[in-house]
């Protein structure tokens, strides 16, 4: 079961006053790193928190936190462009943007392939 859900709506139910959640699909460790919340990265402790500690993640080395925080960076570099971009002509990406963005697809490969068999990051 994984740890975390994302959903298009939810909708409580008059008489029994349960809550029904509609399309819902798992979403994986790396991803809610990488896109949510404001992220603080703590070196020393080897933790990643986002919005003021709601969420934690360990980290094993300091190599791995170094590269997230670039990757992280660079991924709302990209998608600031693309928002950016959007009703107008689309612009090729720079070069720089376009070699991020490769790595961005070769890191999600990988990561697929895996680091779900290291255990890169946990949840803490």
Do not use: C
């Amino acid at each position: 079961m994984p740890k975390w859900l994302s959903f298009y709506q939810t909708m409580q139910a008059a008489k029994s006053k349960s809550v029904l959640v509609h399309d819902v699909s798992p979403v994986d460790n790396l991803a809610v790193a990488l896109f949510l919340g404001d992220a603080e990265f703590k070196l020393y402790a080897g933790i990643i928190t986002l919005d003021n500690n709601r969420v934690r993640f360990a980290v094993r080395d300091w190599q791995t936190m170094i590269a997230l925080k670039i990757l992280r960076s660079k991924i709302q570099a990209l998608i600031s462009y693309a928002m950016q971009q959007q009703g107008r002509k689309a612009l090729p990406l720079s070069e720089s943007l376009q070699k991020w963005a490769d790595i961005w697809q070769r890191v999600m490969q990988a990561w697929d392939e895996k680091a779900r068999k290291r255990g890169g990051i946990s949840s803490a």
